[in-house]
């Protein structure tokens, strides 16, 4: 089956840690994103990759850093910078950055304790 | 940062009503509207994507217009039923910037 894989579900997290989310993708697309969703907030958009080996910070970049080594797979590691990490955080995936549709993993919930 | 809001922010119905909310977006730069449905412990769902001013797109009970002139979008559902109950994300696509989401209509049907 195709699609996007998140891991894991749920994460707990020591406060001055770092934590990274994976997100994994066999649609083949170019573009993989990075948002953020807290309570009565849109979606925001904290990482975008176009291509692998670049990304670029959206709306809400701080204390967090991304990779894209390969082509399937873009993990977002949450900083100690980050200063409220507490929240529901989604990955996508689009054929392109253009403004097409993105298509969505199921989402981490990460809690900060 | 665009803006593109909708409302309401939520929107309680009766099973068996029909109901409409509304997505406005920016009226330049525009290349698709989006809208989503996200229902609770599943990831957003693609409903409709939009193109054209004058765009309506149907699937099933739900259907959408698009003015991009004015820079809004409806959605409609029409005789709702509780397995509508989601939060419908609407979504600017201005061309080489990605999407912008909008804060989402959470809809509640009552049986």
Redesign the interface.
């Known amino acids: 089956d195709g699609g996007i894989t998140q891991s894991p579900k749920y994460l707990f997290r020591k406060e001055g840690q770092n934590v990274t989310l994976s997100c994994e993708q066999n649609l083949n697309h170019d573009a993989m994103y990075w948002y953020r969703q807290d309570p009565g907030q849109g979606l925001r958009l904290i990482y975008y990759s176009q291509i692998v080996n670049d990304f670029q910070k959206g709306d809400i970049a701080e204390g967090y850093s991304v990779s894209r080594e390969k082509k399937e797979s873009f993990p977002l590691t949450v900083t100690s910078a980050q200063k409220n990490p507490t929240a529901f955080y989604l990955c996508a995936s689009s054929i392109g950055h253009s403004g097409g549709t993105q298509y969505f993993g199921p989402g981490t919930r990460l809690t900060v304790l | ?1 665009l803006n ?1 809001e909708q409302s309401p922010q939520s929107l309680h119905v009766q099973e068996g009503d029909s109901t409409n909310f509304t997505c406005s977006f920016p009226s330049s730069n525009f ?2 509207l ?1 809208w989503y449905r996200w229902e609770t412990a ?5 409903l409709f ?1 939009m193109t054209l001013n004058g765009d309506e797109k149907k699937k099933g009970r739900i259907s959408a217009t698009l003015n991009t002139k004015e820079g809004y979008s409806y959605l409609y559902i029409k005789g709702s039923q509780p397995e509508d109950s989601a939060t419908y ?1 609407c ?9 912008t ?4 209509t959470h809809l509640i049907i009552q049986p």
Not at chain 2, 91 to 99: S, V
């Open positions: 940062i593109v290349y698709a989006h599943k990831s957003p769902e693609a994507v994300l979504a600017f696509g201005g061309g080489a910037d990605g999407l989401f909008g804060k989402g």
